[in-house]
């Protein structure tokens, strides 16, 4: 198979953590491939998949699988090319998070947490 899965970058090129981790890397097709589980938006789930370039060879496709649980499972593919406006997204995203981090701002409570969220009694 040639899929490395859960492979582990160094993100500080990125402006990112020490280490992060790509769901899924096809090496063969050039694909970068991120797992979701739970609604999300389809615009910021593709932001996940423009994180960076692997071992400096631009990935240009993404792949969003979703998994959503509600009375049946839903699974939903997005196939996306990655170009230079959704990489100018993420590297705002991760800018705009680093300030918050360095600021000590309080994100506050999300919008549309999922009524099926772990965490959903901590916040309300």
Do not use: Q
Request: proline residues 2%; hydrophobic residues 35%; aromatic residues 10%.
């Amino acid at each position: 198979m040639p899929f490395l899965v859960e492979h582990r970058l160094d993100g500080s090129l990125l402006g990112c953590s020490g280490i992060i981790a790509v769901d899924c890397y096809d090496y063969l097709r050039n694909i970068v491939f991120e797992l979701k589980v739970g609604e999300g938006k389809i615009a910021h789930n593709r932001l996940c998949t423009s994180d960076g370039d692997i071992y400096e060879i631009p990935v240009d496709i993404g792949c969003v699988i979703t998994l959503s649980f509600g009375e049946k499972l839903s699974i939903t593919k997005d196939l996306h090319y990655i170009d230079a406006n959704l990489r100018s997204r993420w590297i705002e995203e991760r800018d705009r998070k680093a300030e918050m981090v360095f600021k000590e701002i309080d994100p506050g409570k999300a919008e549309d947490c999922s009524k099926f969220c772990f965490f959903r009694s901590r916040c309300l």
